[in-house]
């Protein structure tokens, strides 16, 4: 009994190992070379796969999918003889895993190898600047020389990229001193653009104000003028009015003088008293330096009664004054002045002063913006093809006109310039 129980325990693992030996599970995207008695016999992809057991083996797992293999950096020498190291990376993926199996014996290390190799055939005619600036030229020519070489090992490359290239420290050193006076250079430029561009605004701002300004001194000069022009004008009816009062005045005066001297009959003693007494005020005067009293005064007055007299019964010269016939003398009344002493305010220079004023309140046009041409001017007016408002309105003032013309005064005359 223990005897067929051990011969049954052997049969047991026996079946176990030959089920075990002939039964593999080929994962997806793996292939598996199949040997038998030491010989290439088949390759199984992708699911479960029968070995005879003891004379199948597996020889290999190789996998189908891309791969990736990073290198270590690499000593190239340029074409102008400076050493620098290139880091490449690699992705490739196996189309044949027979061929990359019995083909060569480690086909990483051979990709490998003939990277480092073309990359050095491919940098050593080229210059360390065509080196920096050429990583897609130097991409492209180790991608075909990689496929090339090895599609004979099943193996297809299908992108190599550089990571890093490193020049040597002097030359690194070099460069960032290029790279900084380069920067330097790029931001004096940039300081210089900045400065005439300010200089540039500055000198256009300084000119639009220049140009305001006389602008705006040219119409307050007009407007003073034109100001000017009409207080004159103003002061001249003024005086002419207050002249014909003073002259009304004196009439008056001279006319009530003389009716009282008529109506009193004076003596010549009291003429000669009145003459007396206007003496001193002769010599008020600023101009009188020096007065003579006539040596004869009897004589003097004498002369002066029989002017002013005329002898009596007696031989005296007496004043006699001329009949009066009921009538008084009367300046003649002036027509037509009734408008000189006229105080109103004149409703053409109230408009002009409006207008002068809306004009000084105008809104000053931002720098390197187009002036506006003013409402109301005249193409032809000096030139400039604009002119003030106030001008054009103080052209139109009564009384103020070209020499020789009639035009109303604005108390309702007429006055000839």
Do not use: C
């Not at 604009?386 to 005359?413: C, D, F, T, W, Y």
Request: charged share 25%; hydrophobic share 40%.
């Amino acid at each position: 009994m223990g005897a067929e129980f051990i011969i049954g325990i052997v049969l047991l693992v026996l079946v176990v190992t030959i089920v075990v030996k002939s039964v593999v599970i080929v994962p997806q995207e793996w292939a598996y070379i199949i040997e038998r008695l030491g010989r290439y016999h088949s390759i199984r992809e992708g699911g479960p796969a029968i070995l005879v057991p003891f004379v199948d083996r597996t020889r290999e797992r190789v996998d189908l999918r891309e791969q990736v293999v990073s290198f270590p950096p690499q000593p190239v020498i340029t074409q102008d003889n400076l050493t620098v190291n290139i880091d490449t990376v690699v992705y490739f993926k196996v189309n044949d895993a027979k061929a990359a199996v019995y083909e060569i014996a480690n086909y990483i290390a051979g990709v490998e190898q003939i990277t480092t190799t073309t990359l050095r055939n491919v940098v050593g005619g080229m210059t360390l600047e065509q080196t920096l600036t050429s990583r897609d030229r130097i991409n492209t020519a180790l991608r075909g020389e990689l496929d090339e070489a090895t599609e004979r090992w099943g193996i297809r490359v299908a992108r190599v990229e550089i990571k890093a290239i490193d020049p040597p420290p002097s030359i690194q050193n070099s460069m960032e001193q290029q790279m900084k006076a380069d920067r330097e250079k790029r931001a004096m430029i940039l300081t210089a653009e900045g400065q005439r561009e300010s200089a540039i605004r500055s000198a256009e701002g300084n000119k639009q104000s220049q140009i305001l300004t006389a602008e705006g001194a040219k119409q307050a000069a007009i407007l003073a003028a034109e100001a000017e022009r009409q207080s004159e004008i103003l002061r001249a009816q003024g005086r002419r009015a207050a002249l014909y009062l003073e002259a009304q005045g004196e009439s008056k005066a001279i006319e009530k003088k003389f009716a009282a001297i008529k109506a009193g009959k004076p003596t010549p003693e009291l003429l000669a008293y009145e003459y007396l007494q206007t003496l001193p005020q002769m010599a008020e005067g600023e101009a009188s330096k020096l007065w003579v009293v006539p040596s004869d005064f009897g004589k003097a007055l004498e002369g002066f009664t029989r002017m002013l007299g005329a002898p009596g019964e007696d031989g005296v010269f007496r004043y006699e004054p001329s009949p009066d016939d009921g009538t008084v003398s009367r300046p003649a009344e002036d027509d037509g002045v009734e408008d000189w002493f006229d105080t109103s305010s004149d409703p053409e220079i109230a408009k002009q002063v409006a207008a002068a004023t809306a004009a000084a309140q105008q809104e000053v046009p931002p720098v390197g913006s187009d002036v506006p041409p003013v409402p109301g001017a005249e193409a032809g007016n000096g030139g400039s093809g604009a002119a003030p408002a106030q001008l054009e309105a103080s052209r139109e003032v009564p009384g103020i006109g070209a020499p020789g013309a009639v035009q109303g005064h604005p108390n309702g005359q007429e006055q000839r310039g």
